[in-house]
């Protein structure tokens, strides 16, 4: 399959053959290309970094885009906005320093408060949380001028507006987009494909906005329940204070999450939230709950 090159300077747009080893290349690659045989050919990549994936499956994470500058989480009004789904993402960027932009999109339609209320706790975590309207333009023009350097993924449930919002962002972008099931109030699965768009000027002064197909689910593959512990929003540098290094902050004895809560100084909701993410991929997992560790014999 042949790759599109954006060129550096120019901002032309070249169809090259990928590079011979069969690496596939993703988006934002950075990629050297020559003619081989004739035809343009991507010789080499840069190594990746920034990286983010979607861990669809056990055995191989589904790149979306490397040397990412800024992700989008996308929820909408209605469909409302899933905390759960936020911090898995969130979790699967880890400490990569990738901007994340919380965007409630749909602020057109009633129920604006309760939506934002979803996101209070993230809020308070310090995340940014922009509300919008792809519709009727609310937020759009700030969106676009927050977008237009750097790299931009934009993911989410599927009918939250994510490739409306495109459009509104990247005149010209013409994305298919589908009215969400009456019934589910759910999306449809209309974008199938990422496709990459540029925003705010020409490449390589613009930016460049990446829309995703619909996520349906984030199982976070490949990521152990103690390594999503540690990522998880929030706990910060608490979870070293734990007596183990494999605490996963439930019962166990001197959690320094447990303490936190008990501090003050981590939100009550935050520690629910992840013995409900924590409850949900063990049985994803088929994983068993662990009994709390036995009291120590006394001698
Ligand atoms: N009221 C309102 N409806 C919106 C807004 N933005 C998008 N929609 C509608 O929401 C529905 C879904 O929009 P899409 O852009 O297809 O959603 P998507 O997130 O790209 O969905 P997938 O491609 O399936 O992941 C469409 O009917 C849009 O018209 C908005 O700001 N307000
Ligand atoms: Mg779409
Ligand atoms: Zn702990």
């Known amino acids: 399959m042949l790759a599109t090159v954006l060129v550096d300077g ?22 050297t290309v020559d003619e081989v045989g004739g035809e343009p050919t991507i010789t080499a990549l840069s190594e ?24 989008l989480v996308v929820s909408s009004v ?76 934009v993911m989410g449930h599927s009918g939250v507006g994510k490739s409306t919002l495109l459009n509104a962002l990247v005149p010209g972008a ?3 987009t589908a009215a969400v099931n009456e019934k589910t109030g759910k999306g449809r699965h209309t974008t199938t494909v990422s496709t990459c768009h540029v925003v705010g000027g020409p490449w390589p ?4 906005v990446v829309d995703t197909p619909g996520i349906r689910a984030f199982p976070l593959h490949g990521l152990e329940l103690t390594e999503i512990a540690t990522r998880f929003p929030g706990f910060g540098d608490a979870t070293e204070r734990c007596r183990f290094v494999d605490c996963l902050h ?41 009994r709390p560790p036995s009291p120590r014999r006394q001698s």
């Open 10 to 31: 120019t901002g032309e747009r070249i169809r090259c053959r990928p590079p011979r080893d069969r690496t596939t290349p993703v988006v934002g690659d950075q990629a």
């Open 48 to 71: 990746r970094e920034r990286t983010l994936s979607r861990p669809v499956s056990p055995h191989r994470p589904l790149i979306v885009a490397t040397h990412v500058d800024r992700l």
């Open 78 to 153: 209605e469909p409302p906005p899933r905390a759960g789904l936020v911090d898995r993402i969130l979790c699967a960027v880890g400490d990569e320093p990738i901007e994340v932009v919380l965007v409630v999109n749909k602020v057109d339609l009633p129920g604006v408060e309760a939506a934002m209320k979803r996101l209070a706790a993230h809020r308070a975590l310090g995340y940014a949380v922009v509300p919008v309207s792809a519709a009727r333009g609310d937020g759009v023009a700030e969106l676009r001028a927050r977008i237009a350097t750097g790299l931009t993924v």
């Open 174 to 176: 013409d994305l298919v």
């Open 205 to 208: 002064a613009g930016g460049l």
């Open 250 to 290: 439930e019962t166990e004895p001197d959690c320094g999450v447990q303490e936190a809560v008990e501090s003050g100084t981590l939100a009550k909701v935050r520690h629910r939230a992840w013995l409900l993410l924590l409850e949900r991929i063990r049985a994803e997992r088929a994983i068993p709950t662990r």
